[in-house]
Nanobody, 126 residues
Framework: QVQLVESGGGLVQAGGSLRLSCAASGRTFSNYAMGWFRQAPGKEREFVAGISWSTWSTDYADSVKGRFIISRNNAKRTANLQMNSLKPEDTAVYYC???????????????????WGQGTQVTVSS
């Protein structure tokens, strides 16, 4: 089992920044790819960013490319999402997720993730 806890969400004005953090406990963190997803009211959960388990390759949704940065720290067992130049359309509940030995080609697939956090709300005002 892997337990994931997100933090860092909140209310920010358009153009501002937030840093989300995901703290993991349980099994060996370094064996897991980490992903960030989001879900807005009335919409399906969508991929935001991911980082693979061994090469730390990253992937981003087109809507956040160039604005968001995903990173991981295996020693601290954390995965972070730095969100810059935020837009109102970024408003959603953000979830972190862990995928056992996830490769770059599977980072976008919701069904490939084994564990999920409870989510943190991000609200961007215009």
């Amino acid at each position: 089992q892997v337990q994931l806890v997100e933090s860092g969400g909140g209310l920010v004005q358009a153009g501002g920044s937030l840093r989300l953090s995901c703290a993991a406990s349980g099994r060996t963190f370094s064996n897991y790819a980490m992903g960030w997803f989001r879900q807005a009211p009335g919409k399906e959960r969508e991929f935001v960013a991911g980082i693979s388990w061994s090469t730390w390759s990253t992937d981003y949704a087109d809507s956040v490319k160039g604005r968001f940065i995903i990173s991981r720290n295996n020693a601290k067992r954390t995965a972070n999402l730095q969100m810059n130049s935020l837009k109102p359309e970024d408003t959603a509940v953000y979830y972190c997720a862990a995928q056992y030995r996830g490769r770059p080609t599977t980072l976008r697939n919701v069904s490939e993730y084994n564990y999920w956090g409870q989510g943190t709300q991000v609200t961007v005002s215009s």
